[in-house]
């Protein structure tokens, strides 16, 4: 986040036209501070603006930008700017940018590239969306096994300028086959006449180009890895993925997930740029599917309206049991679904986490109904009746919660459903229809109705 009195001195320099001072401005700014200021302005005014950054660093703004400026931007450019443009991004950034652009656009920036770019971008763009195939980068250092130390520093130093990372080196075999990595914090500490084949580690972690992006972010958890390289089915090295994209992975999938369990469409779109009807539309669909919750329960209430006709006060407590038994439900499956994006938790552990959650049910259920039951004992005069009916209700209410909030992610995850769907709403609506059920069938057989 840019800081105001920063924003209010460039904004003045604008206004004044003082482009000169603007643009020196401009370059001592990170480029997401530089991104940041272009996008509280117009179209013209922000195409001004970026015309004043140099070609290096208007590259990395450009990344940085969301898509709708980057669109707004693309229109306003000359075609030598998006031919500029095009040809400074690293190839990751370049693919993600064509794949938010519209067919004509798309066509009208790889007809301004270079033929080794066009060739390059289409080949990447092959790649299903959310794999790693779909996030990697071209530009990563390969070295030859047969070089020295001493040739592969030289070659860095050559070569690396216009690479992503030079960090992590790759070696491969004349067929591109990786057969082995090297940093270059062992390249400085080797001595200078070894071989790159006697100080690379031959353990390589590499993914597929179809593995899916969240278990590549797995991966980089897991290892404290800050590159990753991409192979075919062949092992033939083909990209490698970097820690800052996998950055956005992380922040996409959560942004989706948290959409998901809200029970809510995601957006690529900030909110504030996302129209009225977009973010309405996104929300209608489980407003729908509670409100047709709402009615069933209307239903099975009527069902058993014998039951509190007989004992009115039994209807007082149903939103504490449902309201208890959705809150129960919600946060076994936020747990769950966590586990399950971290990979800890798989479909062969089903068994243990219907143990597990049926033991805190337990626990958590027998706690609740121990306060409910004096609670109920003390205020409605000491009538034992009413009092074990809702605290029975409540136990098994929460302990049904629990496992129907463990199990549910997992089962959809197996059937090819994402896991973050079967969150608070669905699990609400499940645990309120059931839940009445319990309850008044518990209320006639305690209290003989």
């Known amino acids: 986040m840019i800081e105001e009195a ?3 001195e460039l904004l003045e320099l604008l206004e004044r036209r003082d482009f000169r001072t603007l643009k020196q401005k401009l370059s001592e700014l990170h480029e997401a501070d530089v ?27 450009f990344s940085m930008m969301d898509s709708d400026q980057r669109r707004i931007l693309v229109t306003a450019f000359t075609d030598q700017e998006v031919s500029d443009i095009i040809e400074e991004l690293y190839t990751d950034d370049a693919v ?36 790693a195939g779909s996030i990697m980068t071209s530009e ?21 300028a216009d690479r992503e990372t030079i960090y992590t080196c790759y070696i491969s075999d004349p067929t591109r086959r990786l057969i082995g990595v090297v940093s270059v914090r062992q390249l400085l500490l ?125 209807v007082s407590f149903v939103p504490m049991l449902t309201g208890t038994g959705g809150n129960s439900g919600a946060q076994s499956s936020v747990i769950v679904i966590r586990s ?8 062969r552990d089903l068994g243990k986490v219907i143990w597990k959650e049926f033991r805190i049910g337990i626990i958590a259920g027998l706690a609740l109904s121990a306060v409910n039951f004096l609670r109920i004992y003390i205020s ?22 629990k496992i129907c909030g463990a199990i549910m992610p997992i089962l959809a995850k197996k059937v090819g459903l994402d896991p973050a769907t079967m969150a608070s709403p669905m699990i609400t609506t499940i645990v309120d229809v059931l839940g ?5 069938n518990i209320a006639m057989a305690v209290l003989n109705i």
């Open 340 to 347: 399950m994006v971290l990979g800890e938790i798989q479909f």
């Open 380 to 401: 409605y005069g000491h009538n034992f009746a009413l009092a074990l009916t809702v605290s029975l209700a409540l136990v098994m209410i929460v302990i049904f919660a």
């Open 140 to 160: 990563y250092v390969m070295l030859h096994p047969s070089y020295t130390v001493a040739e592969a520093i030289r070659y860095i130093r050559t070569h690396g």
């Open 190 to 314: 080797a001595d200078d006449e070894q071989m790159i084949s006697e100080v690379m580690e031959e353990n390589v972690i590499s993914v597929e180009v179809d593995t899916d992006q969240e278990e590549v972010t797995n991966i980089f958890t897991d290892y404290d890895l800050i590159a990753l390289p991409v192979v075919d089915k062949e092992n033939r090295l083909v990209g490698i993925v970097t820690i800052d994209d996998i950055l956005d992975v992380v922040r996409q999938e959560a942004t989706e997930d948290m959409a998901k369990m809200a029970g809510l469409r995601p957006s690529e779109k900030p909110y504030l740029k996302t129209s009225v009807w977009s973010l309405a539309s996104h929300r209608m669909v489980w407003l729908l599917v509670l409100m047709v919750s709402g009615m069933i329960n209307g239903i099975i209430l009527e069902h058993y309206e014998h039951v509190f006709i007989a004992l009115p006060v039994l």
């Open 6 to 8: 920063i924003f209010e």
């Open 96 to 131: 993600d940018f064509l794949e938010e652009l519209p067919a004509n656009a798309v066509n009208r920036v790889l007809s301004l590239a270079t033929p080794d770019t066009r060739k390059l971008l289409n080949h990447y763009m092959k790649f299903e969306e959310d794999t």
């Open 436 to 440: 009445l059920i319990i309850y008044f």
């Open 35 to 61: 991104a940041e200021f272009i996008e509280e302005h117009s179209p013209d005014k922000a195409a001004i603006i970026f015309r004043l950054l140099p070609k290096p660093q208007a590259a990395e703004v």
